[in-house]
């Protein structure tokens, strides 16, 4: 392997699981999303951002949203679904670091700052020091003895959280330890150097929780939800949540409306038609729908928000016939289009991408570097005449809704035009992450990708050639090494270089690559100011900023 990391350490930097091949999660394909820009360079801090309120703001009225479950229940460290970290309960807690958002973020961006902290300070490539704000209440100061915030909070929390078998344990995967180096200082050392572990710190399933609180009953799964973010829960019914503004909240001036209220609406018709009668302020939609809602409310808001690691991919199986061929896998690629299917399939909605999440744009290379790879059949039909034979192909595409579909069955055409013999063969959500993700049982599958939400947990996971869900039978000494060493590249410019010749490398070899990047659409009511998400590690914080014109 490569000079800085072995097999082992490989393992501990895959924060989505072990280093074994136990059956993924089902994707989360909407809202999902991903990761983190790298930590400063050594000795550097980075402060806290200071949020001002808008001027022009207006506080009061009700937030109302819609989320698509119900929960089984309260505890946050006992389950992985967003349901309950970003749309339930789990609103009401706060985490140490937290993805930025705001009208100037340029998404995709996984870049943090501080939530519970002031700062963090970069000892080596394995220490980081983290300053706790000293202002932190918590929402019963009865139940936690008029106490506040300390460094053992975080470390009870994150223990807690990592317990053997525990859903939200892997998180936190890559740390050795945490430890509570004075009342207001969290230190955090890892088993290895980890350019994205503080993406796990981030995430809105690692919440910092009350001692107190899960002495109650001995775990939360009932409650009480105490927490210190923005967000008192005042009700939780099996219909809806409704939470009150917190007005000891650590940074003046959020939240701007009095309550958030989210309702449990599982059927996306009866979301629409709520929002449609006013009776929610925000709403996600397909493309389809918003296109009948903007004619029906020429009033009402769309956000079209460019989210990473999460559409649709394609691969192909380098260990198995055809694609063993370099040649037939180039042919592929050349014969699609995908910005046609970005028009056509997705109406706009979507952007190619590498395939595993990226920290901000800037990683991501531009449509005239890709254009090499793509959309000439003429080179694609050269290549294949060099094979000598008529290539039998079997798409296998996972039943994730019609646009999937649709895709797969243009990229077929599009394979036949240049001289395969492709079939689609269209197969349940259940299989296809057995065959794909598990056991390797295809040619070529369209899909969508692993559920992970940093760029290690791909990198090292699906394209190094140790990795636990490399199914794809990729094998290059490049590859791993540029892998290798991105890993633990804490500079920001040296790591985007390496991702970008990441990205050729995949492409030069004909692997995989997301032609529809999800651009999810966020329709909102005419009243409606400040919204500006980031769902990177299925984020939360901007629900605090938005405020509603209350004007009569």
């Known amino acids: 392997m490569g000079t800085l990391m072995g097999l082992a350490a490989l393992c501990l930097v895959v924060l989505f699981t072990s280093c074994s091949r136990a059956t993924p999660a089902p994707p989360i394909i909407t809202p999902t999303a991903t990761t983190v820009a790298a930590p400063p360079t050594a000795a550097v801090m ?36 967003p349901a309950l970290s970003s749309w339930g309960p789990g609103l009401a807690y706060s985490r140490l670091l937290r993805f930025v958002s705001g009208p100037d973020v340029e998404l995709p961006n996984l870049a943090v700052e501080c939530d519970l902290c002031l700062r963090w300070t970069m000892e080596d490539d394995r220490a980081f020091v983290f300053e706790l704000r000293p202002d932190v209440q918590w929402h019963d100061p009865d139940l936690v003895g008029g106490r506040t915030l300390s460094a053992d909070d975080p470390v009870f929390s994150y223990e807690r959280q990592r317990q053997p078998g525990a859903p939200n ?32 710190l981030a995430d809105a399933r690692s919440k910092v929780v009350a001692r107190e609180a899960v002495a109650v009953t001995g775990d939360l799964r009932g409650g009480p939800t105490v927490g210190t973010g923005p967000w008192r829960l005042a009700d939780a019914q099996d ?29 996306p018709e009866a979301r629409d038609a709520a929002f449609r009668t006013s009776l929610l302020d925000i709403v996600e939609m397909e493309p389809q729908e918003w296109l009948a809602v903007r004619e029906d409310m020429p009033d009402a808001q769309a956000l079209f928000v460019k989210e990473t690691g999460t559409g649709l991919e394609v691969g192909l199986n380098a260990a198995r ?44 290379l531009e449509r005239a570097d890709l254009a090499k790879y793509f959309a000439d059949p003429d080179a694609a039909r050269r290549l294949l005449s060099k094979t000598g034979e008529l290539e039998s192909v079997t798409i ?3 039943n994730y809704g019609e646009a999937y579909r649709a895709h797969a069955e ?68 490049e590859l791993d090494r540029l892998i290798e060493a991105q890993a633990a590249e804490y500079d920001p410019a040296a790591r ?4 970008q010749r990441i ?21 909102s009511q005419p009243s409606i100011r400040g919204f500006h998400p980031n769902f990177a590690g299925f984020e939360y914080t901007h629900w605090a900023r938005v405020w509603i014109d209350l004007q009569p």
């Open 496 to 499: 985007r270089d390496l991702i």
């Open 321 to 364: 016939p055809p694609f063993d061929d370099l040649r037939v896998r180039r042919a592929v690629f050349l014969a699609q289009d995908p910005w046609g299917a970005i028009e056509s399939v997705w109406l706009g909605a979507a952007y190619v991408s590498p395939g595993f999440p990226v920290a901000d744009p800037s990683w991501l």
């Open 46 to 81: 980075s402060t806290k951002a200071v949020l001002s309120p808008d001027p022009n703001a207006r506080y009061g009225g009700s937030l109302r949203l819609a989320a698509p479950e119900g929960l089984a229940h309260f505890d946050v460290h006992l389950d992985a679904l």
């Open 239 to 267: 219909f809806a949540y409704t939470f009150g503004r917190n007005p000891d909240y650590f940074e003046e001036g959020f939240p701007y409306a009095e309550t958030l209220q989210v309702n449990i609406v599982d059927d």
């Open 503 to 523: 990205e050729r490398r995949m492409l030069d070899l004909a692997i995989s690559y997301m032609p529809a990047t999800r651009v999810s659409i966020s329709v």
């Open 396 to 398: 296998r595409v996972g």
């Open 169 to 200: 344990a892997a998180l936190l995967g890559s740390v050795a330890s945490f430890e509570a180096a004075g009342p207001l200082e969290l230190r955090v050392t890892l088993a290895a150097p980890d350019a994205d572990f503080m993406l796990g």
């Open 410 to 477: 243009r990229l077929a055409e599009e394979m036949r035009d240049v001289g395969f013999d492709a079939r689609v063969e269209v197969v349940n959500r259940t299989i296809f992450g057995d065959a794909v993700w598990l056991s390797g049982d295809y040619q070529m599958f369209v899909g969508p990708p692993l559920p992970v939400t940093a760029p290690n947990a791909y990198l090292l996971s699906v394209l190094h050639s140790g990795g636990a869900w490399n199914t794809g039978g990729i094998a290059d000494a």
